[in-house]
């Protein structure tokens, strides 16, 4: 039990001292998936609310004709509401 605990200790101290190394500290090796991830991100946001705005005419068309419930339309609507703000509250997120 004694060995497992000193692994422990001598995995915490040598990750700290990379850690703190200036030539660790200064660059930031996944800077490029960084970069690409916000890129996506930028994508999927006007991607998703594009669609939200697509799908809540479609359904308030659709109620204003009589080919959907009401409720139904309702439920629709509210969730490409939450689909088209989840882009945004994940951008906001991750800033």
Do not use: C, H
Not at 21 to 27: D, V, Y
Not at 65 to 81: D, V
């Amino acid at each position: 039990m004694m060995r497992f605990w000193l692994t422990i200790i001598k995995v915490n101290l040598i990750s700290l001292f990379l850690v703190y190394l200036p030539a660790f500290a200064a660059s930031n090796p996944f800077k490029p998936v960084d970069d690409k991830t916000k890129q996506l991100n930028g994508y999927l946001t006007e991607l998703s609310v594009g669609f939200a705005t697509l799908v809540i005419i479609i359904a308030g068309l659709a109620a204003m004709f009589n080919k959907l419930r009401r409720e139904t339309a309702m439920q629709i609507m509210g969730g490409a509401i939450i689909i088209g703000a989840a882009g945004s509250i994940a951008a906001w997120a991750l800033s």
